[in-house]
Structures are given as C-alpha cells and as structure tokens.
C-alpha cells in the first residue's frame, strides 16, 4: 500500500467511475482512508461499504466530499452514527498512550518514536511509561470496553500523563488508583450509559483531530 495520498480528484472520479470494478474502488477507498485511521474491522466492513456507496451512488450530487478533508467529516459522521460497541471497536484501533511495540507509522511519529526500531528518538523516561501503564489501566476500569485516546499534537508523553492525570483526579478516580492501581475500588461508567456514551464521542473528536493532522503531514509530504 502506498504511503502517499493520490490527488483528489482522479480518486474520487476513479471510485465513483462506473467502469471502476467495486472490489477494486474498496480496496482505493480502503488503503486511502487506512492512511489517516487506524486500520479497524469497523473502518473496512462498515465504514468503507457504507462510505462507498454514498460516493457511488450519492442521493444529491451535493453530498459529495470535496476534498480529503470533507471525506475525513464523512467518516467520522458515519463513524457516529453506529451502535456504542462498533464506536467502541474503531477507538480501540488506536495504541494506547505509551505503547512502544507495534505502533503504525504515523502512531509510532506522533508519540515521538520510530516505527522501525521500536525505539525513543526522545527516549521518554521510565517512570513516565510506567505511570502512564497505571493511568491507561484506571482509565479502562473507569471506561470498560475504551481506551484512552487524545490528540498528542507535537506533545511528549510526560504531558499526555499529565493530562490523563488531571481528568482521572477530576472524576476521583485518583489518587487511589495513582499510588497502588486500586483498581477495584474504582467506580466504572458502564457501556451505554450516559457518562460513558458522552467518553465514547470525545474519543471520536480526538480521532477526527488525529486524521485531520495525518492528512496535513501527507499534504506536507508531497
């Protein structure tokens, strides 16, 4: 798969072209969208088909994305659009803050290390990942079924945890949890209700800001 962008135009006139084989216009739509979001089984059998369609076969020739940017909004509109544990399913594509193993290229980028070594270019200090492994455990307890997802924007993973940090203490969640995970003890927002619906849609926003900045860096790229 390419890591670069085709122009906008000949793509979307290639997916909506009728003489396109609907396989092949997937697989396009596909291997562009997993460019700036993370590879899911939400992104390819819900998103893509559904997304396909409406470029195929659009109710009003107005609806049409314009530009990356418009497509990106179309995604997350569909993305809201389905039930909390598919919403579930496609944030939980995303690595968790701190994770050194197994990141995308651009995951790997914006958490300031390198894909192919697995390394720090910053080297981020131990005490920073093992905190951040705490805070990502009470997180979950807090949120089950979710991980933590936030738009780093050039931030170090230090003021990730910081962050993460004050929004568990907001909830009191911590400190108890902070000095021995406690995890127990913690009060969780369960599937559906409303505190947990209401994380669910804040994790989207922060994906849609993700794909946003992914979308600009390929732009940057060319």
Known sequence: MSTQLPPFPGF??????THSNPETAY???SDVLSLVFEPSTTLSKNIVPALLERIRNPSDERELPGNYAILIDKVIELVSSLPDDEKAFFIGAHPRIGEVKG???MSAAEQGQSA???SDVTPTPPDVL???ARLNAAYEARYPGLIYITFVNGRTRAQIRDELEEKLREEDVL???YEAYGLEEIQSQFKNSDAWSKEV??????IREIAQSRLEKLSEAK
């Open 175 to 177: 400190p108890g949890a």
């Open 116 to 118: 192919s070594t697995s």
């Open 201 to 206: 849609e804040r994790a989207i926003l922060a």
């Open 12 to 17: 979307i006139q290639f997916i909506r072209s």
């Open 130 to 132: 093992r905190c951040l």
């Open 27 to 29: 697989k396009q739509l």
């Open 103 to 105: 990141l995308s290229a």
